[in-house]
């Protein structure tokens, strides 16, 4: 897997899912910037470019679908892949939000490392 040319954002509230996708991520070679809180995140893409975003859904002062509105009101369409604790969510409605806001792919945590590199290689065709 060639993947030392792609930038990723991770962006999770909770330290110990964070730092477990980081190592996880920058043992697969990819270049890894990570985020506590979705303001932060806004900050690092007004700094820089990644290849993708991956982003936890539910965290405190705002959201990760908010903060996608926010990425996507300023023409930036980088492919996200988002992460949620599982709270109960109407499959269609988040289907049809997910093509809307542009997210390629919508993951349950606890996520394992095969399901994380699955779908960042189905949204980044490596």
Known sequence: MTSDKFNILVIDDQDIVRDALV??????????DASHSACHALELCEKNIYSLIITDIVMPEMDGITMIKK???KCNKTPVITLTGGERM?????SINNMELGIHQALRKPVTKEEILTAISNV???
Not at 23 to 32: A, C, S, V
Not at 90 to 94: E, I, L, M, S
């Open 23 to 32: 190592m996880t991520l920058e043992f697969y070679g990819f270049n890894i």
């Open 71 to 73: 990425l996507r009101n």
């Open 90 to 94: 109407d499959q269609t409605a988040t």
């Open 124 to 126: 980044l065709t490596l």
